[in-house]
């Protein structure tokens, strides 16, 4: 069975219920599973599959991992985010790649179900070698399915050898069509930004940046700490990071806030 019939297949099921039980999950799960163990050992890349529902993901990994400390195996993490290997990537191309996978998913949310698996990130990104220093490698990024409801379930993320080594322009980052190799024009997702935060999320967000206290803005406000929490709470969500600081880091690359 080819990729594109069990996505066929997924989102025809997906699209028709607003939920899923465990055992087709299973089912599911194990069909994309199957794939990124495939492609692993033909490529000997590193492949993460991520279940973005349920915040977790397995890690497959080829010869290539050893530039990760990964050994040729498969493991499973409790998170979305792969942390051993984002540990050895350069803080300033990770930062920007999760910029580019934060635009590229909700891009894929202005699309149709059926439309969104036309569409993978690419990027180059530095990591530390065996000997510490940096070279460049290779990221992509797939949508794979969604539930019903529009949210994104499964992804993958390949990580590859990259056989340009001369210095990039930050990481590069584009979403390309599949089909037919375009390469879209920044214009047409960057204006998705605005739909990420909501116009109060931005304003609390630009006084945590400025070094304010949840009290302090909510005196400024005119809210309650505990709202300035919530709001806190959506806003690191949202931006798919894991705190404050993280979330101001990639509004201000974003040009969502400015200080």
């Known amino acids: 069975m080819t990729l594109k019939s069990i996505q066929d297949e997924v989102n025809d099921v997906l699209t028709k219920q607003s939920s899923i039980d465990s055992l087709q999950k299973k089912t599911v799960i194990e069909h994309y599973k199957q794939i990124a163990q495939s492609y692993v050992k033909v490529e000997h890349s590193v492949a993460v599959l991520t279940n973005f529902q349920d915040n977790y993901s397995y890690i497959f990994s080829g010869a290539f991992g050893s530039i990760f400390g990964l050994q040729p195996e498969s493991s499973f993490i409790e998170s979305a985010f792969e942390d051993d290997i984002f540990n050895k990537i350069?803080?300033?191309?990770?930062?920007?790649?999760?910029?580019?996978?934060?635009?590229?998913?909700?891009?894929?949310?202005?699309?149709?179900?059926e439309d969104r698996c036309k569409y993978s990130t690419y990027s180059y990104i530095r990591t530390h070698n065996s000997d510490g220093a940096y070279m460049y490698i290779t990221h992509r990024t797939y949508f794979l399915t969604s539930l019903s409801n529009g949210v994104i379930w499964l992804a993958l993320c390949v990580y590859s050898p990259c056989v340009e080594q001369n210095s990039h322009q930050g990481i590069e980052g584009k979403i390309v069509n599949n089909e037919n190799g375009e390469i879209l024009p920044i214009a047409k997702y960057i204006q998705c930004d605005k739909m990420i935060l909501s116009d109060r999320e931005i304003e609390i967000l630009r006084e945590i940046a400025l070094g304010k206290g949840s009290k302090e803005i909510a005196s400024e406000l005119y809210i309650s700490p505990y709202t300035v929490?919530?709001?806190?709470?959506?806003?690191?969500?949202?931006?798919?990071v894991t705190n404050s600081a993280e979330a101001v880091k990639t509004a201000l690359l974003m040009g969502l806030i400015n200080i």
Request: charged share 30%; net charge positive; proline share 6%.
């Open 229 to 240: 929490y919530r709001h806190r709470q959506n806003l690191i969500k949202k931006l798919k």
């Open 90 to 113: 350069h803080p300033d191309d990770l930062l920007e790649r999760h910029v580019l996978e934060l635009r590229y998913f909700h891009f894929l949310m202005t699309l149709s179900p």
